[in-house]
């Protein structure tokens, strides 16, 4: 009989996370490189243990305070309209949350930058990101309405949290041809929008229909 500890490895196994990738290729994710790091990234550690037999469904799972690690196909599908634009970038996150997108991220751009406004989960997120040896990301704890001006600009800002509107700081915070991945509208409406930089001009484009937390306005908890 197999003991609880070897289920328990078992279910965090790299078949596991095998089957998370041939599951996101089936919805439609092409890009190689992504796939890759998901298969190597392990998200058991981004949630709490009593979670981490669940880690490789493609679900949100709770994280504490109100809020989620986002589902596997929407983190590889956001990465994936993010690194269309070019190689080497340098990208704004805004919501780091449990760490594993800024993960998934620092393993395919030259530096992350990521903003969180709940001091626990940033706390958490550096500690998990440190035990990967993954170095080229800073962060701040701050509102992230208002980006992270004093690198700005980026090729690419990526939103893990769903405000009504494009905050207009983030758009002033992209660099020329840089590409902006953000979910928006009221909840139960929200959709997934790509909006790349043309000089003074921003073109716009509708992806999925997403489901996220929102993006919270103002006071720092
Ligand atoms: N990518 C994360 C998603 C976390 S959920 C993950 O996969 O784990 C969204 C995160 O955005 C939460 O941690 C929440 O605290 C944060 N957030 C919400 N509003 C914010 C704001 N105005 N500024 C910065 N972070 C915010």
Request: charged letters at 25%.
């Amino acid at each position: 009989m197999q003991s609880q500890t070897h289920a328990g490895i078992g279910m965090t196994s790299q078949r596991t996370r095998d089957r998370l990738v041939y599951r996101l290729q089936q919805e439609g994710i092409q890009d190689e490189q992504v796939l890759g790091v998901m298969r190597t990234t392990p998200r058991h550690i981004f949630v709490d243990e009593a979670l981490a037999s669940r880690a490789y469904e493609d679900t949100a799972l709770p994280i504490g305070y109100g809020q989620t690690i986002s589902q596997p196909y929407i983190v590889a599908r956001m990465t994936e309209v993010l690194l269309a634009a070019g190689e080497r970038l340098k990208v704004l996150e805004i919501g780091t949350g449990s760490g594993y997108q800024t993960a998934v991220l620092a393993q395919l751009v030259d530096s992350v930058f990521t903003v969180e406004r709940i001091t626990e989960l940033q706390d958490k997120a550096r500690i998990r990101l440190r035990e990967l040896n993954l170095r080229n990301v800073s962060f701040s704890r701050g509102d992230g309405n208002w980006g992270w001006k004093q690198f700005s600009t980026y090729d690419g800002i990526i939103v893990t949290a769903a405000p009504e509107q494009v905050p207009e700081e983030l758009l002033q915070q992209l660099a020329d041809g840089g590409r902006l991945v953000i979910p928006s509208g009221p909840s139960g409406e929200q959709r997934l929008r790509l909006i790349v930089r043309r000089g003074e001009n921003f073109e716009e484009t509708m992806l999925d229909w997403v489901s996220f937390v929102p993006l919270v306005k103002g006071e720092l908890k």
